[in-house]
């Protein structure tokens, strides 16, 4: 798109003679003068530009107000097939974490390799379902986890896993059974590496299951608001950690005290989330509530004083959830303390209206639901990578099966 210098030097030729033609008119000097001023603003791009400026600015205003900007596009637009695979994928992938790979039996060596199959089949579905999405999200999650496949297609490939043009992945089931069977190379080890424990890629794949679940289920986009407990960008880890040494390090840190806190919470979450909670029954609930609160601080003194940085890093980002939800809590007369503690007042919990509990507790983006991530990152860092093998939640907080990993999962099925 360029303008010939011929066409150009014609069109200020006419515009100065438009100009000079407006001289004689009746506006006198005024007019002059104004004409002048107009001229020069033509002419050194002043006018161009405020022009441009002008037309983006209504650009963008109808945008928004039709709703079609990108981020809104990107932020509501719900996808069934991507969560669907995003949920298989999450249970496939969580059960190869809880596998033992030292095991060179030919039983478990089979149970294995059954195990890579269906997580082979769940990463397939939900690439080719991305791939398919409108969903800004799902698109970045998806891409994520197959650049993490990609910076180790060498060791797939010594396992018999191979990348296809699709981004799909093709399973070589002889060739595993050779790698989990040999010893000699060191091939049955690139297994367990690749697919057992934190920082696997079976684990990175459990974390954008999740995140894709969450913006494909619920359409909305993780944002930084929304995903402070998760992360955001595509190569960020839920770890908590400032780098890879410190993980490697802490790997070696057990701490048996959080791991029980972080348990015993876990059910007390899970108690208030899939229980009836209405005005009726109040002293029910409170008794409930009342176990969760004192769970919660036994778990931040515990975790205050762990030597495990990942363990005291997740327990932060838990503190940082309650201390977000403050408003809610004193509505039903629960505090967050200055050492971000709670602590309960029992009449003002039974006169207030038991759907800020419910709110608390129920369905998408809940206080519960990013306070299960944490405490279940907590577990898994305190055991060295072990997880809870518990419950998640659908939309309306009823209580759904998972084999592993806990509830990272948010909201599945």
């Not at 030292?102 to 579905?125: A, C, L, Q």
């Not at 057990?254 to 979450?269: Q, R």
């Not at 989330?273 to 778990?299: Q, R």
């Amino acid at each position: 798109m360029g303008i010939s210098l011929n066409g150009l030097n014609s069109g200020m030729a006419d515009t100065y003679s438009t100009l000079l033609g407006g001289m004689s008119g009746s506006d006198g000097a005024g007019g002059v003068s104004s004409l002048l001023g107009d001229y020069a603003a033509i002419k050194n791009g002043s006018y161009g530009k405020m022009m441009k400026s002008y037309y983006a600015k209504l650009e963008r205003q109808e945008a928004e107000e039709s709703g079609e900007t990108d981020q809104k596009k990107a932020g509501k637009v719900k996808d069934s097939a991507s969560a669907s695979a995003a949920a298989s994928l999450y249970k496939s992938a969580s059960a190869l974490g809880s596998l033992n790979y030292d095991d060179r039996s030919e039983e478990n060596i089979d149970k294995i390799t059954d195990s890579v199959s269906s997580f082979i089949k769940d990463y397939n579905s939900l690439m080719k379902s991305a791939a398919k999405s409108d969903n800004t999200t799902v698109q970045k999650q998806a891409e994520s986890l197959y650049n993490s496949y990609y910076s180790n297609y060498k060791l797939f490939a010594k396992v018999g896993i191979t990348l296809n043009s699709d981004k799909t992945l093709s399973f070589d089931e002889d060739s595993m059974k050779k790698a989990l069977a040999d010893t000699e190379h060191g091939n049955g080890a690139t297994v367990k590496t690749l697919f057992g424990g934190i920082g696997s890629f079976a684990d990175k794949a459990v974390d954008k299951a999740s995140r894709i679940y969450r913006a494909a289920g619920d359409g909305e986009s993780v944002t930084s608001s929304k995903a402070k407990y998760a992360g955001v960008g595509g190569s960020t880890s839920t770890s908590g950690t400032s780098s890879t040494k410190d993980k490697d390090k802490n790997k070696t840190v057990t701490d048996a005290s959080s791991a029980a806190a972080a348990n015993t919470l876990y059910k007390s979450i899970e108690k208030l989330s899939s229980m009836n909670i209405s005005n009726s029954n109040k002293d029910e609930v409170y008794k409930a509530f009342s176990s969760f609160v004192e769970d919660y601080n036994d778990l931040v003194k515990n975790t205050n004083k762990s030597t495990n940085s990942n363990v005291v890093n997740q327990a932060d980002y838990l503190k940082n959830i309650v201390s977000g939800s403050k408003s809610a809590f004193s509505r039903i007369g629960v505090t967050v303390n200055s050492d971000k503690t709670l602590s309960i007042d029992e009449k003002k919990f039974k006169d207030a209206d038991m759907s800020g509990v419910n709110n608390l507790f129920k369905g998408v983006y809940s206080t519960a639901e990013k306070m299960t991530d944490r405490v279940n990152q907590i577990y898994r860092y305190a055991t060295q990578g072990d997880s809870l093998s518990k419950k998640t939640y659908d939309n309306a907080g009823s209580g759904v099966n998972v084999p592993t990993m806990g509830s990272m999962v948010d909201t599945i099925l």
